[in-house]
T-cell receptor, first 115, second 116 residues
Framework: DARVTQTPRDKVTEMGQEVTMRCQPI?????VFWYRQTMMQGLELLAY????????DSGMPKDRFSAEMPDATLATLKIQPSEPRDSAVYFC?????????????FGPGTRLTVL | AQKVTQAQTEISVVEKEDVTLDCVYE???????LFWYKQPPSGELVFLIR??????QNEISGRYSWNFQKSTSSFNFTITASQVVDSAVYFC?????????????FGAGTRLAVHP
């Protein structure tokens, strides 16, 4: 049963620290999405990759957030420096990239708490 | 503008009751895709169904069924004979060409509590 994996599952850090979240998409999937879930804003798309190339990161605060895909099996989302308002659950999702609209399969999420 | 409205914030039922979760969407695109996801207490988002705008046939999968009505821009989800394991937050989502087919636009979710 292929699944998206994310590490760490939980992260508590102090304001100003760097945070790196990792995602392993389903093998063979060529699209990767990063979402953030908060009580106030719900689920928001932060960034989207196709074939490892970033195609849309308009939802991401550019000054402190960065997303990369060093290779086809790893996507990273980095926050530097972190702030309390970044506290949220961050989800990674992957899709096959075929057809018009991918079905996005989500990982278990990383719950980030910034003190 | 694209939008998904799930007007029911929370629903509470007793096991074996049938329950319908409402989803109303807005889009000017004629081609679009609708999805339902389940978020159980463990937190992951589980894909349930995907439907494109040209397929208005209702779908049934076990105790789950979906009613897609373009005339009312609704894509409602019914659980028959609910079980405690159905307790979760359920999200309806929309994907459109205006959004580049990249972005899932989620509703706010409906929290379903099924009591024994």
């Amino acid at each position: 049963d292929a699944r998206v994996t994310q590490t760490p599952r939980d992260k508590v850090t102090e304001m100003g620290q760097e945070v790196t979240m990792r995602c392993q998409p389903i093998l063979g999937h060529n699209t990767v999405f990063w979402y953030r879930q908060t009580m106030m804003q719900g689920l928001e798309l932060l960034a989207y990759f196709r074939n490892r190339a970033p195609l849309d990161d308009s939802g991401m605060p550019k000054d402190r957030f960065s997303a990369e895909m060093p290779d086809a099996t790893l996507a990273t989302l980095k926050i530097q420096p972190s702030e309390p308002r970044d506290s949220a659950v961050y989800f990674c999702a992957s899709g096959t990239g075929t057809g018009e609209a991918d079905t996005q399969y989500f990982g278990p999420g990383t719950r980030l708490t910034v003190l | 503008a694209q939008k998904v409205t799930q007007a029911q914030t929370e629903i509470s039922v007793v096991e074996k009751e049938d329950v319908t979760l409402d989803c109303v969407y807005e889009t000017r695109d004629t081609t679009y895709y609708l999805f339902w996801y389940k978020q159980p207490p463990s937190g992951e988002l589980v894909f349930l169904i995907r439907r494109n705008s040209f397929d208005e046939q209702n779908e049934i999968s076990g105790r789950y069924s979906w009613n897609f009505q373009k005339s009312t821009s609704s894509f409602n989800f019914t659980i028959t004979a609910s079980q405690v394991v159905d307790s979760a937050v359920y999200f309806c989502a929309l994907n459109t060409p205006s959004g580049g087919y990249n972005k899932l636009i989620f509703g706010a979710g409906t929290r379903l509590a099924v009591h024994p």
